[in-house]
């Protein structure tokens, strides 16, 4: 449920208060304090349609404290729609208030399903005065525990093709939204209607019956309620979450449903890898992309949710409160990776739509914001990130993650001059340092993007076992230390959309000779070394913890022998801590040909640009996760040229550099604000006052850098780095 932004959530008429919200003057919440405003109705009356002052709804608020025991209400989460049109008319203590369409339709549906019992429910639009700021950023504070403590939240998901506010009964026959669901989730995939068997052939036809469910499920997978940033919260914290519309309970499912349907849809047994396969193309891609991207993300982050398992919240139940996760990210940057393509009214929202998740200890880095919306846009950004960077930097649980976690810094959305949502939030971004984020994904592939560096980053080891740290200094400098491999000479087309095979064709057709070039300057197998750069030298596939070590274990030798790591107890622990991070899904291609297209595939491939045709499945879908969002660029480094895959924004001009401690390499743009001087092989060194001033453009892969190749050669200057 979003906070509106604008205009308050209701407008109260009356005539001896025409200037201020009047409903709220006797409903004063304690500040600081765990006090929240709920709406409670009484049971209907025998004549539910014909109520004695003339109004649909009248309820009243009432507050009570978090901590107060035995006292049950439900939330409510439905997408507000325009909060311009406010024309709906309700008695809430005595005062008439306006609402949206959407609202008043979810609020009428809920009254009838409890006729005979009190309903007691948090609504965000009438709980939280939206006219008051500060009334809005204290109740921000306690989202988490509003969701926690409710009983159910309920999910309205309004049938678009009605267009009035509220039905008569019997008038529209309801469609079910779980019936699809259910099949899927409680037996066999050909126990979908529509499926039968004749003579022993299994056979698809779409039947009425079929239609049907299938019209209910489009219901819930297109809703616009999916793509609102403050839903995330409202169906990862609370115990129980269903989803309705119309006025039937009948027509109802609940996100237990979902779960075992995401968790059913690949089912390997035969029979239902026939009827997937006979099953229409358009809608088996349509039910992938609804679980595996959005049901599986969501189910994700329940596990790792705030309540724990001791207070009953069952299975799915999160341990993880407000610590750093399994992989030494903070949970914070985790979700805004996540959901960041997710849309909200104000850009700050995409920040506090998640922070109910995240701050819940007193010992949270992260939680010492204050969240606001009176700071400016630039202000909250940098704020936040920089303690996000503070998080990371301090090694709360150092056993296990020595040093600094520079995976903060990696994936999409630094970097000058991104395309932001609209020319108001450019302008109040104006000034944001390059190596803030700025929260913003474009859509759901660049949140993709950002979730796979983060999980394949552990594979690499650009900087060997150096260790560093990023530090801040003051508002807008970030401190790093390593050493320039060279500067940008080309930057060619991205790979915007994997799947669209015409695009891939044209876009890897420009690439071609461009590779051909490089690697026979450098007397190279062309296409051996193209396969590998495609792939970015890695492919999906489970291993084991001591598989991962033993690739791990010649480089972690050479170094402790070579007497250049002082702590190897140190980088055992960090070791092994990053073999049991998320990259345990990947591994490095192997040495033979076993993890790579045969010759006559492979050139296939590059003609017609179908990544779907690839094999071996396991490339296809490294070469799909390596090139979404990616352009290919050439470095001059030491009279020899490097290719690699960048961030699409990088320019001829930009330098790759090696950051002591991070295991990829960063594209920085130079920037003219100390004296500098230049040194053999084009690297930017400090001049006679200080460090290199840079922009951060992106991390990037690097053919032949990815494993320290680079570390201790000719190119390892140190400089200090100054990113801004």
Not at 363 to 389: A, K, N, Q
Not at 581 to 590: E, L, P, S, V
Request: hydrophobic share 40%.
């Amino acid at each position: 449920m979003p906070l509106s932004l604008t205009a308050g959530s209701m407008q109260c008429v009356h005539p001896m208060a025409p200037e201020h919200n009047y409903l709220y003057r006797n409903l004063k919440l304690q500040a600081g304090g765990r006090e929240i405003r709920i709406l409670c109705f009484e049971p209907l009356a025998s004549s539910p349609n014909t109520p004695t002052t003339g109004y649909q709804l009248e309820g009243s608020l009432r507050i009570i404290n978090l901590d107060t025991p035995r006292f049950p209400y439900q939330t409510l989460s439905y997408v507000w729609g325009d909060v311009s049109v406010k024309d709906v008319p309700a008695l809430i203590n005595g005062t008439e208030v306006y609402m949206t369409k959407s609202l008043a339709s979810a609020l009428h549906v809920l009254r009838r399903h409890h006729a005979s019992s009190a309903l007691r429910i948090w609504v965000d639009a009438i709980c939280i005065d939206q006219d008051d700021l500060d009334d809005k950023a204290a109740q921000i504070r306690l989202m988490g525990d509003i969701y926690q403590n409710c009983t159910q939240v309920c999910i309205w998901l309004p049938d678009p093709r009605q267009e009035t506010m509220i039905s008569a009964p019997g008038t529209t026959p309801p469609t079910s939204l779980g019936a699809l669901v259910s099949h899927i989730a409680r037996g066999h995939f050909h126990d979908i209607p529509g499926f039968s068997i004749d003579n022993g052939q299994m056979r698809f036809s779409e039947t009425e019956e079929f239609l049907a469910a299938w019209a209910g499920f489009a219901l819930l997978k297109d809703s616009p309620w999916w793509t609102r940033a403050w839903t995330v919260q409202e169906v990862v914290l609370p115990r129980a979450v269903r989803f309705f519309h119309c006025e039937a309970v009948k027509t109802t499912c609940d996100f237990e449903t979902l779960r075992l349907a995401e968790s059913r849809l690949g089912d390997n047994a035969s029979c239902c890898v026939r009827a997937r396969a006979l099953f229409p193309r358009d809608k088996m891609e349509a039910l992938t992309h609804f679980f595996f991207r959005v049901v599986w993300d969501i189910k994700f982050q329940r596990g790792r949710g705030r309540g724990g398992r001791g207070r009953g919240r069952g299975r799915w139940r999160g341990r993880w409160r407000g610590r750093a996760d399994e992989e030494g990210r903070d949970r914070l940057f985790y979700l805004l990776r996540t959901f960041g393509h997710r849309r909200c009214r104000d850009p700050r929202d995409r920040i506090y739509s998640l922070w109910s998740q995240v701050v819940v200890r007193a010992d949270c880095v992260v939680g010492r914001h204050v969240p606001s919306y009176t700071t400016e846009l630039v202000g909250v950004y940098t704020d936040v990130f920089t303690r996000i960077v503070e998080e990371a930097r301090t090694g709360r649980d150092a056993g296990r993650w020595p040093g600094f976690d520079f995976r903060v810094l990696y994936g999409p959305g630094f970097g000058p001059g991104r395309r932001v949502d609209g020319l108001e939030e450019k302008q109040q971004l104006a000034g944001k340092p390059s190596w803030v984020l700025d929260f913003d994904h474009r859509d759901v592939r660049e949140s993709h993007l950002a979730i796979h560096t983060l999980a394949t980053a552990g594979l690499y080891r650009a900087s060997g076992w150096k260790g560093g740290r990023a530090v801040v200094c003051g508002s807008n400098e970030l401190r790093l230390r390593g050493f320039c491999v060279g500067v940008v000479s080309r930057v060619l087309s991205a790979v915007a959309n994997v799947h669209d095979k015409n695009h891939v064709r044209d876009v890897l057709g420009s690439w071609r000779e461009t590779v051909r070039s490089v690697f026979e300057a450098e007397k190279m197998e062309v296409k051996m070394l193209f396969a590998r750069l495609l792939c970015a030298d890695m492919v999906p596939d489970k291993v084991s913890e001591v598989a991962r070590f033993r690739h791990l274990a010649p480089l972690l030798t050479k170094e402790v022998l070579s007497g250049r790591t002082a702590d190897p107890w140190k980088v055992l622990r960090e070791s092994r801590f990053h073999t049991r991070a998320n990259g345990q899904r990947w591994r490095r291609t192997a040495a033979s040909l076993v993890d790579y297209p045969p010759d006559e595939i492979f050139d296939q491939f590059l003609r017609d640009g179908d990544v779907e045709r690839l094999l071996p499945e396991r490339y296809a879908k490294a070469v799909e996760a390596a090139l979404t969002g990616r352009a290919l660029f050439v470095i001059e480094s030491r009279r020899r040229q490097l290719l690699g895959l960048c961030m699409p924004h990088a320019e001829r001009g930009d330098e790759v550099w090696v950051v002591y401690g991070a295991r990829l390499p960063f594209v920085m743009r130079p920037i003219t604000k100390t004296t500098t001087t230049k040194r053999p092989g084009n690297r930017h060194v400090a001049g006679d006052g200080g460090a290199v001033y840079l922009n951060l453009i992106g991390d990037c892969y690097l053919q032949g850098a990815m494993d320290a190749e680079l570390v201790n050669s000719k190119n390892d200057i140190p400089c200090e780095m100054v990113i801004i």
